[in-house]
């Protein structure tokens, strides 16, 4: 779902330029459900479809087109086209820890935007380059973790759940997630670590599995270690993480460590400091 206001926080993903030119073509009511927004500085044209703006630009369409069709073909192929109760389990009780109050929250890598629907007095974003079934009426956006379309400073809190392993560059997301952060705002990680529970119970049931259903559960496991070694952009995990290595992913941005939680997964609170700005350039 999409409403005007909503181009007020929107830049650029690609040189950062705002405000976009937006073109309805066709509402209901206050809704946008089709329309185009245009980039004065670099000339990007980003299609509004069914409500959703598709904010990937030129240089990377191509390779996306490709990669969202086997996207989709994979959920349907693996049969998860519904987010399973444990992972809502999960994400009740990470997003209950965080202790959010109010402002403005995005979600990268929202999946079917399923946090929106846990919080109720927070303005929920999503943003996913894959469209699936995603939950509406929250705002989404297909873009990039490491393209945000947003303008410096609009949030109040970033989340990432289960993204950081999946995401080509995690340190430009972390930088793209910084830059969108109000100072004193909150980057909220939930990520699975390799001393987590939650770790070691996938690996387990694999081999459980693989007693129980040996054909099915080979070719799952098959595809879990190809995740782990071939670099598959959305489905698969490009990288795994330890407790340290998550940890150290942070130590170059202007975030300070707020919490740590390990739980099922390892939960991480970091509030955005004032400072020189990142020392990567996106
Ligand atoms: C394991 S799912 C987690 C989804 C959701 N956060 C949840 O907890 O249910 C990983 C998500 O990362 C998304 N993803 C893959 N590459 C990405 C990128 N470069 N930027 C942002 N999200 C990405 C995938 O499309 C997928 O929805
Ligand atoms: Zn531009």
Redesign the pocket.
């Known amino acids: 779902m999409m409403k005007k206001e909503l181009n007020n926080m929107l830049a650029c993903p690609k040189c950062k330029n705002y405000p976009l030119e937006l073109k309805i073509f066709d509402r209901k009511n206050t809704e946008i459900i089709n329309g185009e927004l245009k980039c004065t500085g670099c000339s990007s044209v980003y299609p509004i479809i069914d409500g959703v703006p598709r904010m990937i630009f030129q240089e990377l369409s191509d390779e996306w087109k490709i990669l969202q069709d086997e996207?989709i073909d994979w959920i349907r192929k693996s049969g998860k086209e519904r987010?399973s109760r444990h992972?809502q389990a999960?994400?009740k009780d990470f997003v209950k820890s965080l202790n959010i109050d109010g402002g403005k929250l995005l979600?990268?890598?929202?999946?079917?935007n399923?946090?929106g629907t846990i919080l109720s007095n927070t303005e929920y974003y999503g943003?996913?380059?894959?469209i699936?079934n995603q939950i509406h009426p929250y705002p989404f956006i297909v873009?990039?973790?490491?393209y945000l379309p947003f303008r410096d400073e609009v949030f109040d809190y970033v989340i990432?759940?289960?993204?950081l392993d999946?995401?080509?560059d995690a340190a430009k997301?972390i930088s793209e997630a910084n830059r969108v952060l109000k100072t004193d705002g909150f980057l909220c990680i939930?990520q699975s670590v390799q001393e987590c529970e939650g770790f070691k119970k996938k690996a387990k049931n694999l081999f459980y599995m693989f007693y129980e259903d040996g054909i099915n559960a080979f070719t799952e496991l098959a595809e879990h270690l190809k995740g782990l070694l071939v670099k598959s952009?959305?489905?698969g995990h490009i990288r795994e993480y330890t407790k340290e290595t998550l940890l150290s992913e942070f130590n170059s941005h202007n975030f300070e460590v707020i919490d740590v939680l390990v739980r099922e997964e390892m939960y991480l609170k970091l509030r955005k400091v004032r400072g020189r700005g990142n020392e990567r350039k996106i």
């Open positions: 996207y987010i992972t999960i994400l979600d990268i890598g929202s999946g079917d399923f946090v943003v996913d380059p894959y699936r873009a990039y973790g490491e990432i759940r289960a993204t999946h995401v080509e997301v939930s952009k959305g489905k």
